[in-house]
């Protein structure tokens, strides 16, 4: 067996933990054409998340494991959040697989601590419609009982419900220079690892034939598995060793298509702005990012 499937192996034992991420993506999808309404406020709390998937976790996004000791990934956020994003999708007149994922943005305080449960609560923010297209805010939160707000997350959905102009996502000139500080490659099966990490079985991010009959080249990279792999990249070409990156705001202007090799340029500002181009020079992920938190920024 090959490397890469002695890998995609070891993720296969993570699946019986995904159920409530697969059942509750499942419901969304499958629900009645003309459902809508229902509960959009969500709080609860988590078991601890299984330690082996957070290693494992931490290893398939290129981070060194001494870079989370006891701790959780921010980005690792879809593995406990996704059932409540689910669900508050499937309160809207919109079916789940017409809903693009368009970016998000993380926030971190402090280091959510391994072994502890999780303090978890999701909200439906805003449903805006506009000429060609539904844009959907969603807040998810993570913590503990003791703080319960270490990590606040902000995702943004887009319905298109008409057509409108399309924007070029090839790497434009700039008058101010674009760095970069570090890449990886996307294998053929990354989005299966990435669904067998966090229960995202999307079949468009793993089924190439799938992919295909949507329009796509071939199976797509999930947006917040780039952002996981990205987030990494930067954190590790930080000028100083720091646990987390405390704020990143990312939008996802391209799919990625599977395989690819990658690229992470920023451009020194405040904040640093940050983009994820692939191997024919078109970006797939735009957004900026800081190395301090709000409150220390301002002092």
Avoid at 177 to 187: D, K, N, Q, R
Avoid at 233 to 253: E, G, K, W
Wanted: glycine share 8%.
């Amino acid at each position: 067996m090959s490397v890469q499937g002695g890998v995609m192996h070891n993720y296969l034992k993570h699946l019986p933990k995904q159920w409530p991420v697969i059942e509750a993506m499942a419901k969304a999808v499958f629900k009645p054409a003309d459902a809508s309404g229902g509960k959009t406020i969500h709080e609860t709390t988590l078991p601890a998340v299984d330690a082996e998937l957070v290693s494992d976790f931490i290893d398939w996004a290129g981070a060194a494991q001494a870079q989370y000791p006891q701790t959780i990934p921010a980005h690792l956020f879809p593995q406990w959040g996704f059932p409540f994003l689910a669900a508050n999708i499937e309160t809207l007149p919109y079916p789940m697989q017409k809903v693009l994922n368009q970016g998000c943005e993380i926030s971190q305080k402090g280091l959510l601590p391994l072994g502890e449960d999780l303090r978890v609560a999701c909200h439906l923010v805003e449903v805006r419609e506009e000429e060609a297209r539904v844009r959907i805010h969603q807040r998810l939160t993570t913590g503990t009982a003791a703080q319960p707000d270490l990590i606040a997350c902000d995702l943004f959905g887009v319905v298109v419900t008409g057509k409108s102009a399309k924007k070029s996502s090839r790497v434009q000139e700039d008058e101010n220079p674009w760095l970069p500080v570090g890449g990886w490659t996307a294998s053929p099966n990354e989005g299966l690892s990435f669904a067998m990490l966090t229960g995202d079985f999307n079949p468009i991010h793993w089924v190439g034939p799938y992919a295909k009959h949507a329009g796509f080249n071939n199976a797509i990279l999930h947006g917040f598995a780039s952002l996981s792999r990205t987030y990494e990249t930067l954190l590790q070409n930080a000028p100083t060793s720091i646990p987390y990156l405390p704020r990143i705001n990312v939008r996802f202007t391209r799919p990625l298509v599977l395989p690819n090799r990658m690229e992470v340029h920023i451009q020194e500002g405040n904040p640093t702005k940050v983009r994820l181009v692939d191997e024919n020079g078109v970006v797939c992920m735009a957004g900026d990012y800081s190395l301090e938190s709000s409150s220390a920024a301002d002092s």
